[in-house]
Protein backbone atom coordinates (compact mmCIF):
# COMPACT_ATOMS: atom_id res chain seq x y z
CA UNK A 1 0.00 0.00 0.00
CA UNK A 2 1.07 3.50 -0.66
CA UNK A 3 2.28 5.29 2.34
CA UNK A 4 0.22 8.81 2.63
CA UNK A 5 0.63 11.82 3.71
CA UNK A 6 -2.31 12.88 7.00
CA UNK A 7 -2.48 14.85 9.60
CA UNK A 8 -4.45 5.65 15.13
CA UNK A 9 -7.29 2.11 16.26
CA UNK A 10 -7.78 -1.60 19.15
CA UNK A 11 -6.99 -4.15 23.04
CA UNK A 12 -3.60 -2.18 24.69
CA UNK A 13 -3.21 1.50 24.06
CA UNK A 14 -0.43 3.81 23.27
CA UNK A 15 -1.70 7.21 23.54
CA UNK A 16 0.96 9.87 22.10
CA UNK A 17 1.33 13.19 22.61
CA UNK A 18 3.73 15.22 20.61
CA UNK A 19 4.81 18.88 22.07
CA UNK A 20 7.42 20.95 19.94
CA UNK A 21 9.79 21.77 22.72
CA UNK A 22 13.02 23.49 22.00
CA UNK A 23 14.74 22.09 25.44
CA UNK A 24 17.55 19.76 26.04
CA UNK A 25 17.80 15.82 26.35
CA UNK A 26 16.61 15.69 30.38
CA UNK A 27 18.46 13.21 32.92
CA UNK A 28 14.83 11.13 33.06
CA UNK A 29 14.96 10.36 29.72
CA UNK A 30 16.45 6.60 30.62
CA UNK A 31 15.29 4.83 27.16
CA UNK A 32 16.51 7.82 24.81
CA UNK A 33 20.10 8.03 26.08
CA UNK A 34 20.66 4.61 27.22
CA UNK A 35 19.29 3.00 24.31
CA UNK A 36 17.63 0.33 26.58
CA UNK A 37 13.93 -0.11 27.90
CA UNK A 38 13.31 -1.20 31.32
CA UNK A 39 9.81 -2.00 32.92
CA UNK A 40 9.84 -2.97 36.61
CA UNK A 41 7.78 -6.36 36.17
CA UNK A 42 4.86 -6.85 39.11
CA UNK A 43 2.58 -9.76 38.77
CA UNK A 44 0.16 -9.54 41.30
CA UNK A 45 -2.09 -6.30 40.67
CA UNK A 46 -4.27 -7.04 37.44
CA UNK A 47 -3.44 -3.10 36.12
CA UNK A 48 -0.44 -2.49 35.67
CA UNK A 49 0.71 1.27 34.16
CA UNK A 50 4.13 2.59 33.31
CA UNK A 51 5.48 5.61 32.31
CA UNK A 52 8.17 5.37 29.89
CA UNK A 53 11.08 8.28 29.93
CA UNK A 54 9.75 10.63 27.56
CA UNK A 55 12.68 11.78 24.53
CA UNK A 56 13.22 15.25 24.11
CA UNK A 57 15.33 16.72 21.68
CA UNK A 58 15.86 19.77 19.80
CA UNK A 59 12.53 19.41 17.83
CA UNK A 60 9.80 17.07 18.72
CA UNK A 61 8.91 15.62 22.68
CA UNK A 62 7.55 12.70 22.97
CA UNK A 63 5.75 11.19 26.05
CA UNK A 64 4.93 7.31 26.36
CA UNK A 65 2.78 5.28 29.33
CA UNK A 66 1.43 2.25 29.05
CA UNK A 67 -1.05 0.27 31.12
CA UNK A 68 -2.79 -2.57 30.32
CA UNK A 69 -5.27 -5.51 31.99
CA UNK A 70 -4.04 -9.43 31.30
CA UNK A 71 -6.92 -11.82 30.47
CA UNK A 72 -7.64 -14.33 33.18
CA UNK A 73 -5.87 -17.90 32.28
CA UNK A 74 -7.12 -20.78 30.78
CA UNK A 75 -6.82 -24.38 30.91
CA UNK A 76 -5.49 -26.01 27.81
CA UNK A 77 -7.73 -28.84 26.45
CA UNK A 78 -5.14 -30.31 24.19
CA UNK A 79 -1.73 -29.54 23.59
CA UNK A 80 0.93 -30.40 20.84
CA UNK A 81 2.52 -33.18 23.34
CA UNK A 82 -1.15 -34.33 23.98
CA UNK A 83 -0.20 -33.77 27.92
CA UNK A 84 -3.85 -31.60 28.10
CA UNK A 85 -2.19 -29.76 31.32
CA UNK A 86 -2.58 -25.96 31.97
CA UNK A 87 0.16 -23.98 29.37
CA UNK A 88 0.29 -21.29 31.62
CA UNK A 89 2.30 -23.16 33.84
CA UNK A 90 5.54 -24.47 31.54
CA UNK A 91 4.83 -20.36 30.37
CA UNK A 92 8.87 -18.92 29.83
CA UNK A 93 8.92 -15.72 31.48
CA UNK A 94 9.87 -13.93 27.86
CA UNK A 95 8.06 -10.89 28.54
CA UNK A 96 8.84 -7.97 30.90
CA UNK A 97 5.60 -8.01 32.44
CA UNK A 98 2.47 -10.14 32.51
CA UNK A 99 0.13 -8.16 30.29
CA UNK A 100 -1.93 -11.76 29.20
CA UNK A 101 -1.26 -12.31 25.01
CA UNK A 102 0.06 -8.84 24.79
CA UNK A 103 3.40 -7.58 24.34
CA UNK A 104 4.91 -4.12 23.46
CA UNK A 105 8.40 -2.49 23.22
CA UNK A 106 9.46 1.16 23.23
CA UNK A 107 13.22 1.96 22.12
CA UNK A 108 15.40 5.12 21.75
CA UNK A 109 16.92 5.19 18.57
CA UNK A 110 19.70 7.44 17.07
CA UNK A 111 17.28 9.80 15.36
CA UNK A 112 13.93 9.49 17.37
CA UNK A 113 11.84 6.29 19.35
CA UNK A 114 10.19 3.05 17.89
CA UNK A 115 7.31 1.51 19.77
CA UNK A 116 4.95 -0.82 18.75
CA UNK A 117 2.23 -3.98 20.34
CA UNK A 118 1.36 -7.20 19.43
CA UNK A 119 -1.44 -9.59 20.43
CA UNK A 120 -0.69 -13.31 20.44
CA UNK A 121 -3.50 -15.33 18.48
CA UNK A 122 -5.47 -17.09 21.83
CA UNK A 123 -6.31 -20.12 20.21
CA UNK A 124 -2.98 -21.81 20.72
CA UNK A 125 -3.83 -22.12 24.37
CA UNK A 126 -5.96 -24.96 23.29
CA UNK A 127 -3.13 -26.24 21.64
CA UNK A 128 -0.94 -26.31 25.08
CA UNK A 129 1.19 -23.22 23.82
CA UNK A 130 1.63 -19.79 25.84
CA UNK A 131 0.01 -17.04 23.08
CA UNK A 132 2.58 -14.91 25.05
CA UNK A 133 5.35 -16.77 23.93
CA UNK A 134 5.52 -15.25 20.11
CA UNK A 135 4.07 -11.76 21.12
CA UNK A 136 7.04 -11.11 23.49
CA UNK A 137 9.77 -12.77 21.17
CA UNK A 138 8.58 -10.58 18.05
CA UNK A 139 8.47 -7.15 20.27
CA UNK A 140 11.87 -8.29 21.83
CA UNK A 141 13.02 -8.71 18.75
CA UNK A 142 11.55 -5.61 17.32
CA UNK A 143 13.36 -3.53 20.08
CA UNK A 144 16.66 -5.26 18.92
CA UNK A 145 16.73 -4.22 15.23
CA UNK A 146 15.53 -0.85 16.11
CA UNK A 147 18.24 -0.24 18.49
CA UNK A 148 21.07 -2.38 17.05
CA UNK A 149 20.35 -2.95 13.71
CA UNK A 150 19.19 0.58 12.36
CA UNK A 151 22.77 0.99 10.29
CA UNK A 152 21.74 -1.95 7.95
CA UNK A 153 18.30 -0.73 7.56
CA UNK A 154 16.71 2.09 4.44
CA UNK A 155 15.60 4.74 6.34
CA UNK A 156 11.94 5.38 5.31
CA UNK A 157 11.56 8.34 2.68
CA UNK A 158 8.39 10.18 3.87
CA UNK A 159 6.49 12.02 0.46
CA UNK A 160 7.67 15.30 2.16
CA UNK A 161 11.68 14.30 1.35
CA UNK A 162 12.62 13.55 4.76
CA UNK A 163 14.64 10.32 5.49
CA UNK A 164 15.65 10.89 9.12
CA UNK A 165 13.48 7.74 10.17
CA UNK A 166 13.76 4.00 10.64
CA UNK A 167 11.39 2.61 8.31
CA UNK A 168 8.32 0.30 10.64
CA UNK A 169 7.95 -2.25 8.08
CA UNK A 170 11.55 -3.29 8.27
CA UNK A 171 11.73 -3.50 11.82
CA UNK A 172 9.09 -5.38 11.60
CA UNK A 173 10.00 -7.65 8.86
CA UNK A 174 13.52 -8.23 10.53
CA UNK A 175 12.04 -9.11 13.39
CA UNK A 176 9.98 -11.65 12.25
CA UNK A 177 12.96 -12.61 10.66
CA UNK A 178 14.97 -13.03 13.50
CA UNK A 179 12.51 -15.14 15.58
CA UNK A 180 12.43 -17.95 12.82
CA UNK A 181 15.93 -18.37 12.57
CA UNK A 182 16.80 -18.17 16.28
CA UNK A 183 14.38 -21.49 16.81
CA UNK A 184 13.21 -20.21 20.44
CA UNK A 185 9.68 -19.86 19.47
CA UNK A 186 8.30 -23.56 18.05
CA UNK A 187 4.45 -22.64 17.45
CA UNK A 188 2.11 -19.39 18.11
CA UNK A 189 1.01 -16.28 16.03
CA UNK A 190 0.49 -12.93 16.76
CA UNK A 191 -0.73 -9.65 14.81
CA UNK A 192 1.67 -6.63 15.12
CA UNK A 193 1.68 -2.26 15.39
CA UNK A 194 5.09 -0.82 15.18
CA UNK A 195 5.42 3.43 15.27
CA UNK A 196 8.83 5.12 14.60
CA UNK A 197 8.59 8.40 14.98
CA UNK A 198 11.62 11.16 14.14
CA UNK A 199 12.43 13.61 17.06
CA UNK A 200 13.50 16.04 14.07
CA UNK A 201 11.15 16.24 11.48
CA UNK A 202 7.95 14.75 13.43
CA UNK A 203 7.14 12.04 11.15
CA UNK A 204 5.50 9.12 11.99
CA UNK A 205 6.08 6.25 10.23
CA UNK A 206 3.49 2.78 10.76
CA UNK A 207 3.28 -0.67 9.90
CA UNK A 208 0.01 -2.48 11.14
CA UNK A 209 -0.48 -6.10 10.32
CA UNK A 210 -3.84 -7.79 11.86
CA UNK A 211 -6.21 -5.48 14.05
CA UNK A 212 -3.35 -4.32 16.62
CA UNK A 213 -3.91 -0.57 15.65
CA UNK A 214 -3.44 3.20 15.67
CA UNK A 215 -5.65 6.25 15.81
CA UNK A 216 -4.23 9.78 15.26
CA UNK A 217 -5.70 12.86 17.64
CA UNK A 218 -5.69 16.37 16.52
CA UNK A 219 -6.85 19.46 17.98
CA UNK A 220 -9.54 17.08 20.08
CA UNK A 221 -10.73 15.18 17.08
CA UNK A 222 -10.25 12.00 15.68
CA UNK A 223 -8.12 12.42 12.64
CA UNK A 224 -6.76 8.79 11.12
CA UNK A 225 -7.83 5.41 12.31
CA UNK A 226 -6.02 2.73 11.25
CA UNK A 227 -7.78 -0.31 9.35
CA UNK A 228 -7.91 -4.01 10.69
CA UNK A 229 -7.03 -6.27 8.13
CA UNK A 230 -9.39 -9.34 8.22
CA UNK A 231 -9.56 -13.09 6.59
CA UNK A 232 -12.60 -13.44 8.02
CA UNK A 233 -14.49 -11.56 10.89
CA UNK A 234 -12.58 -12.44 13.90
CA UNK A 235 -9.30 -13.84 11.96
CA UNK A 236 -7.18 -11.06 11.04
CA UNK A 237 -4.08 -11.31 9.69
CA UNK A 238 -0.86 -12.43 11.67
CA UNK A 239 2.12 -13.95 11.32
CA UNK A 240 2.67 -17.59 12.20
CA UNK A 241 5.34 -20.06 12.60
CA UNK A 242 3.57 -23.89 12.69
CA UNK A 243 5.67 -27.00 13.79
CA UNK A 244 6.56 -28.93 10.42
CA UNK A 245 5.42 -32.00 12.17
CA UNK A 246 2.17 -30.21 12.83
CA UNK A 247 -1.06 -31.54 10.93
CA UNK A 248 -3.05 -29.64 8.59
CA UNK A 249 -0.80 -27.19 7.46
CA UNK A 250 -2.91 -25.61 5.47
CA UNK A 251 -5.69 -24.51 7.43
CA UNK A 252 -3.04 -21.95 9.41
CA UNK A 253 -2.86 -18.29 7.89
CA UNK A 254 0.74 -17.58 7.26
CA UNK A 255 0.54 -13.78 6.64
CA UNK A 256 4.35 -12.24 6.05
CA UNK A 257 5.68 -9.00 7.02
CA UNK A 258 4.91 -7.57 3.23
CA UNK A 259 1.83 -7.95 3.96
CA UNK A 260 1.78 -5.21 6.46
CA UNK A 261 -0.18 -1.95 5.83
CA UNK A 262 1.91 1.07 5.58
CA UNK A 263 1.22 4.63 6.11
CA UNK A 264 2.66 8.29 7.20
CA UNK A 265 2.11 11.12 8.86
CA UNK A 266 3.60 14.89 9.64
CA UNK A 267 3.16 15.14 13.81
CA UNK A 268 2.07 18.48 14.64
CA UNK A 269 2.17 20.02 18.22
CA UNK A 270 -0.49 18.47 20.79
CA UNK A 271 -1.39 15.24 18.50
CA UNK A 272 -2.23 12.26 20.38
CA UNK A 273 -1.38 8.77 19.12
CA UNK A 274 -3.16 5.72 21.09
CA UNK A 275 -1.57 2.45 20.08
CA UNK A 276 -3.14 -0.97 21.11
CA UNK A 277 -4.30 -4.50 20.33
CA UNK A 278 -7.70 -5.46 19.56
CA UNK A 279 -8.40 -5.84 23.54
CA UNK A 280 -8.70 -2.26 23.29
CA UNK A 281 -10.66 -1.57 20.05
CA UNK A 282 -13.50 -4.38 20.50
CA UNK A 283 -14.48 -2.76 23.13
CA UNK A 284 -14.45 1.16 22.93
CA UNK A 285 -16.01 3.15 19.59
CA UNK A 286 -12.97 5.63 18.66
CA UNK A 287 -15.22 8.34 19.15
CA UNK A 288 -15.73 6.89 22.54
CA UNK A 289 -11.75 7.28 23.07
CA UNK A 290 -11.00 10.57 21.59
CA UNK A 291 -13.73 11.93 24.69
CA UNK A 292 -11.50 10.05 27.02
CA UNK A 293 -8.33 11.80 25.99
CA UNK A 294 -10.20 15.27 25.55
CA UNK A 295 -11.27 14.69 29.34
CA UNK A 296 -7.91 13.83 30.70
CA UNK A 297 -5.77 16.36 28.83
CA UNK A 298 -8.39 19.35 29.30
CA UNK A 299 -6.30 20.70 32.04
CA UNK A 300 -2.67 21.04 29.90
CA UNK A 301 -3.90 21.86 26.61
CA UNK A 302 -5.40 25.00 24.79
CA UNK A 303 -8.84 25.62 22.77
CA UNK A 304 -6.18 25.49 20.13
CA UNK A 305 -4.98 21.85 20.64
CA UNK A 306 -1.39 23.59 21.75
CA UNK A 307 0.55 21.97 24.82
CA UNK A 308 0.12 24.86 27.31
CA UNK A 309 1.54 22.80 30.44
CA UNK A 310 5.82 23.16 30.39
CA UNK A 311 6.17 21.54 33.32
CA UNK A 312 7.61 18.06 31.95
CA UNK A 313 6.44 16.41 35.06
CA UNK A 314 2.81 17.22 35.00
CA UNK A 315 2.99 16.08 31.57
CA UNK A 316 3.95 12.66 32.66
CA UNK A 317 1.60 12.40 35.38
CA UNK A 318 -1.35 13.63 32.73
CA UNK A 319 -0.39 10.52 30.37
CA UNK A 320 -0.26 8.14 32.71
CA UNK A 321 -3.40 8.88 33.72
CA UNK A 322 -4.50 8.80 30.49
CA UNK A 323 -3.34 5.31 29.61
CA UNK A 324 -4.71 3.78 32.59
CA UNK A 325 -8.21 5.47 31.96
CA UNK A 326 -8.47 3.92 28.95
CA UNK A 327 -7.20 0.59 29.86
CA UNK A 328 -10.01 0.51 32.75
CA UNK A 329 -12.64 1.99 30.35
CA UNK A 330 -12.29 -0.47 28.27
CA UNK A 331 -12.01 -3.46 30.69
CA UNK A 332 -14.91 -2.22 32.21
CA UNK A 333 -17.43 -2.15 28.78
CA UNK A 334 -16.01 -5.84 28.20
CA UNK A 335 -17.72 -6.78 31.37
CA UNK A 336 -21.00 -5.23 30.49
CA UNK A 337 -23.31 -7.66 28.87
CA UNK A 338 -25.91 -5.57 27.79
CA UNK A 339 -23.46 -3.09 25.70
CA UNK A 340 -23.11 -3.03 22.23
CA UNK A 341 -19.79 -2.77 21.10
CA UNK A 342 -17.42 -2.14 18.54
CA UNK A 343 -16.84 -6.45 18.77
CA UNK A 344 -21.14 -6.96 18.73
CA UNK A 345 -21.67 -4.42 16.39
CA UNK A 346 -19.22 -6.39 14.05
CA UNK A 347 -20.17 -9.68 14.88
CA UNK A 348 -24.09 -8.65 13.94
CA UNK A 349 -23.05 -7.46 10.41
CA UNK A 350 -21.41 -10.47 9.41
CA UNK A 351 -24.07 -12.51 10.71
CA UNK A 352 -23.15 -13.36 14.41
CA UNK A 353 -24.33 -12.55 17.51
CA UNK A 354 -22.29 -11.66 20.16
CA UNK A 355 -22.73 -9.74 23.35
CA UNK A 356 -19.68 -6.97 24.31
CA UNK A 357 -15.82 -7.44 24.20
CA UNK A 358 -12.90 -9.33 24.97
CA UNK A 359 -10.57 -7.92 28.00
CA UNK A 360 -7.23 -8.55 27.57
CA UNK A 361 -5.95 -5.06 27.16
CA UNK A 362 -2.48 -3.00 26.28
CA UNK A 363 -3.01 0.72 26.28
CA UNK A 364 0.16 3.06 25.75
CA UNK A 365 -0.31 6.70 25.29
CA UNK A 366 2.20 9.27 23.66
CA UNK A 367 1.27 13.05 24.42
Avoid at 32 to 38: E, V
Wanted: glycine share 8%; hydrophobic share 40%; net charge positive.
Amino acid sequence: MSSSISPFYRPGVFPALSNRLLSSASQSLRLAINQQIYIKAVYNNPLRVTGLPLTTTKGFTYLIAASWHPKRKRTAVNSISGSGHAWWKERMRIGKVDAGEDAFFYVGTNNGVALGVADGVGGWSQMGVDPANFSWALMDNAASVAKDNAPDLSPFIAPSGYNDILDAKQILSGAFDNLIKSGKVKAGSSTACILSLSKSSGILNAATLGDSAYILIRNGALLYESPSQQHFFNCPFQLTIVPESYPNQKLYFKDKPSDAQQTSHQLQDGDVILLATDGFFDNVFADEAVEIVNKELRDVMGHDGMVREMDLEKLRTHVRRLSRRLTDTARRFSTDSRRISPFSQSAKQNGESRIGGFAGLLAISIP
